[in-house]
């Protein structure tokens, strides 16, 4: 059974920081590109950042020098540095496992919330 577990959401003032991580199970850790997406109210899910199976990142406009993904292939785990936060942050985050070889092949985190205040 696959399982991806989202741990460290929770509420910051805008300017903070917080890291979210992602523990994998139930697949070949390094056989997938992992990613974090958020979605706010009323908006569409979309990517924040993503990471290959090598570590190379890309990373939202939006986020750009401000958040930082990696990867620990022995530990199964992907994480996400939020930096100097802002409210437009807020958002459920979720985290993403995608098959390197069967990219329709992807799973899904059950998501995180975090909030970031004015």
């Known amino acids: 059974q696959v399982q991806l577990v989202e741990s460290g959401g929770g509420y910051v003032q805008g300017g903070g920081s917080l890291r979210l991580s992602c523990a994998a199970s139930?697949?070949?850790?390094?056989?997938?590109?992992m990613g974090w997406y958020r979605q706010a109210p009323g908006k569409q899910r979309e990517l924040v950042a993503g990471?290959?199976?090598?570590?190379?990142?890309n990373y939202a406009d939006s986020v750009k020098g401000r958040f930082t993904i990696s990867r620990d292939n022995a530990k199964k785990s992907t994480y996400l540095q939020m930096n100097s936060l802002k409210p437009e942050d807020t958002a459920v985050y979720y985290c993403?496992?995608?098959?390197?070889?069967?990219?329709?092949?992807?799973?899904w985190g059950q998501g995180t919330q975090v909030t970031v205040s004015s």
């Open positions: 990471i290959s199976s090598e570590g190379n990142p």
């Open positions: 139930g697949i070949t850790f390094r056989d997938h590109i």
């Open positions: 993403n496992a995608r098959n390197r070889w069967v990219q329709t092949l992807e799973y």
